[in-house]
C-alpha cells in the first residue's frame, strides 16, 4: 500500500458526495425573478490523512465555489460533506463554529487578506480569540511566535504591521494563522499566484514541509500545472461544474484521458526548446458552455473532437477506467 491510500481501517479527513450549489441571478428586467444557476454539479471526491488534492480547471470552472463550500462559507444544493466522518452539509451555530476550527483557508492575495492597522500578533491570534483559546493577543504571544517561527519567520514580526512584509512573507503570515486552530485540512485557494515567481517555490515547499510535520491534509485549488504537479498527490479536473477526471498525480499527468485534461496539459510549457516545439498543441475550438442556460449531455461537447450526438444528449458518468483513476467520458471508459 502506497503512503497516500486509505486503508479500511482509516476514514478519509474530507468525504464529499454529489455536491451541488446554486448561485442565484436575476434575468434583464423589473418584475424578473430570482433563478438558481448550477456552478458545481455531481462532484464526489476523498481527500486522505496527509495527502494533498489538487483542483485544477480553468477560470469558471467551479475550482473556488467547491472550496467555499466544502468549508461551509456557501450552501451546497445537493450532496454531503463528511468531514472526519462527521456530515457536516447542515450544519450551524455553535456546532459549525467548533468544527471549523479543523478546517482553514489559506487565501489568494496576501495583500487583502490581512488588516493593515492590526498587528501580526492580533492577526495571528485572532481565530485562538474568537474559538476561546485565549482571551487576548497578549495572552497569545508565545503561541505566535512559535508559529511564525514555524513558517520561517523571526520573533519580532509580531510587533510590526503588513506593510512592512513582502508579498511572500504576508503569504507566510496568512499561513501561521490558518495554523492557528491546529486543523485536520486547509483549503489553499490559488495560494501562490498573486507572488512573484521567484518566491513562489519558497511558499509551496513550505507547505509541503509542513504537511510533513503537521499531517495536514490540502485541497490545493490552482491553474499553475507545473506548481499542482510539484505539490499534489492527486489531481482533480473540473470543467464548467462538473468533475471530468480525477486520479493520481503521474496518471493525470502521463496518461490523461478525458479531452479536457489533454488539452490542458498540452499547454503546460516544458524548460527543453526542441521537445516544446515538437509537442503537439491541443487547442479546444468551438463555444463555452453557458451554465446559466446548460444543454443537455456532456459540458463540454461542444469544444470536444471525439464528440458525437450521445454526447450532446447524455451527460457521461464518472466512471473508474484503471484503479484509482475515474473519468467522465462516453469514448474514454
Request: charged share 25%; proline share 7%; net charge positive.
Amino acid at each position: 500500500m502506497s503512503e497516500h491510500e486509505t486503508s479500511p481501517t482509516v476514514l478519509p479527513t474530507l468525504r464529499v458526495r454529489s455536491l451541488g450549489v446554486n448561485y442565484l441571478t436575476r434575468s434583464k428586467g423589473f418584475w424578473s425573478r430570482p433563478r438558481p444557476i448550477s456552478a458545481l454539479e455531481g462532484v464526489s471526491f476523498d481527500v486522505r490523512p496527509g495527502e494533498t488534492l489538487g483542483l485544477v480547471g480553468e477560470s469558471g470552472s467551479g475550482k473556488t465555489t467547491a472550496g467555499r463550500a466544502i468549508l461551509r462559507r456557501i450552501d451546497s444544493a445537493t450532496g454531503q460533506i463528511i468531514f472526519k466522518g462527521t456530515d457536516i452539509t447542515t450544519l450551524k451555530g455553535e456546532k459549525l463554529r467548533r468544527l471549523r476550527a479543523g478546517m482553514q483557508l489559506v487565501l489568494q492575495d496576501p495583500y487583502a487578506s490581512l488588516n493593515p492597522r492590526m498587528r501580526i500578533l492580533d492577526a495571528v491570534a485572532e481565530p485562538l480569540i474568537v474559538h476561546g483559546v485565549v482571551k487576548s493577543a497578549e495572552a497569545a504571544r508565545d503561541q505566535v511566535v512559535e508559529l511564525l517561527d514555524l513558517v520561517g519567520l523571526p520573533a519580532d514580526a509580531a510587533s510590526r504591521y503588513p506593510h512592512a512584509f513582502s508579498g511572500g512573507q504576508r503569504q507566510r503570515i496568512g499561513i501561521a494563522r490558518a495554523l492557528a486552530l491546529k486543523p485536520d485540512l486547509v483549503v489553499a485557494d490559488e495560494p501562490v499566484s498573486a507572488l512573484d515567481v521567484s518566491v513562489r517555490a519558497q511558499v509551496v515547499n513550505l507547505m509541503q514541509s509542513l504537511q510533513r510535520q503537521l499531517k495536514l491534509s490540502y485541497i490545493f485549488i490552482a491553474h499553475d500545472l507545473s506548481i499542482v504537479r510539484h505539490i499534489s498527490h492527486r489531481v482533480a479536473i473540473l470543467y464548467a461544474g462538473r468533475l471530468v477526471e480525477i486520479a493520481d498525480r503521474d496518471d493525470i499527468y502521463e496518461r490523461p484521458r478525458h479531452p479536457y485534461t489533454e488539452a490542458l496539459l498540452s499547454a503546460v510549457p516544458v524548460a527543453n526548446p526542441a521537445l516544446q516545439r515538437a509537442r503537439e498543441r491541443i487547442a479546444c475550438e468551438g463555444e463555452v458552455p453557458d451554465i446559466a442556460n446548460p444543454q443537455p449531455g456532456c459540458r463540454f461537447a461542444s469544444r470536444c473532437p471525439l464528440a458525437t450526438q450521445m454526447c450532446r444528449e447524455k451527460s457521461p458518468p464518472l466512471v473508474e477506467v484503471a484503479p484509482g483513476h475515474s473519468v467522465a467520458c462516453w469514448h474514454r471508459s
